[in-house]
């Protein structure tokens, strides 16, 4: 890169601020508890209840990074799809303010509700051709847990976050975090409804943190 000449000093180091931004990540492993006996087929998850606890079967966490982040200017749209009778995905985190869409994709009617303290509504009947997509926009942080007042055994959890920074683990519980300007925070990761990990962080400029929970 050439050197900042002084009439383009300004934008050379909003540039350089910006590639130093991009290369700033966090990542590592969160250790997952044991699988349920219950057997999964085809790799889909679902959701278990255990004792009041809910969580993902084969197990996920979230992780995400809490501080003072602002809200986006222009609300996201991700979906929650009604596939085979189960909900695809069935962990999904999202920014307050997201929509999200809960297309259905079987050839039969679903009726989708939650009755969560974080988020309350009813989409009512409908099948695959609705248009539009039924959908809620989800403003408060906390867990919403999602389900088909047809299909009882369909079940999918919501982590709302005051945050742009999250992620799925995988199966082996990794994950990283890209993209996030420098500063202290502290990390998070949800592992079920009565489970949140967490530690104190500090993100340096062009350099990756390496973050284990056990």
Not at 4 to 28: D, F, H, K, N, R
Not at 68 to 94: G, I
Not at 139 to 149: A, F, H, K, N, S
Not at 172 to 201: C, H, M, N
């Amino acid at each position: 890169m050439k050197p900042c000449s002084i009439p383009g000093l300004i934008a050379c180091t909003v540039l350089l601020g910006a590639v130093a931004y991009a290369q700033s990540a966090i990542e590592g492993r969160v250790e997952l508890p044991r699988a349920r006996a219950t057997t999964v087929i085809n790799k889909r998850y679902e959701i278990v209840t255990k004792g009041g606890t809910l969580s993902t079967n084969p197990p996920l966490a979230v992780v995400y990074l809490e501080g003072d982040f602002p809200r986006p200017t222009a609300p996201a749209m991700v979906q929650m799809a009604q596939k085979d009778l189960m909900f695809v995905p069935t962990l999904l985190p999202v920014q307050v303010g997201t929509r999200v869409e809960f297309p259905n994709l079987d050839d039969t009617y679903h009726n989708i509700f939650s009755y969560s303290a974080a988020k309350r509504f009813d989409l009512g009947r409908y099948r695959a051709d609705e248009r539009p997509i039924p959908s809620q926009v989800f403003e408060t942080p906390g867990l919403v847990t999602v389900r088909c007042d047809i299909h009882d055994h369909m079940r999918a959890l919501i982590l709302v976050l005051a945050t742009p920074h999250f992620a799925v683990t995988s199966e082996e519980g990794r994950y990283r975090l890209a993209a996030i300007p420098p500063g202290r925070y502290v990390l998070k990761a949800w592992v079920d409804s009565r489970t949140v990990r967490s530690q104190p962080v500090e993100v340096v400029g062009n350099a990756t943190l390496r973050v284990d929970f056990p």
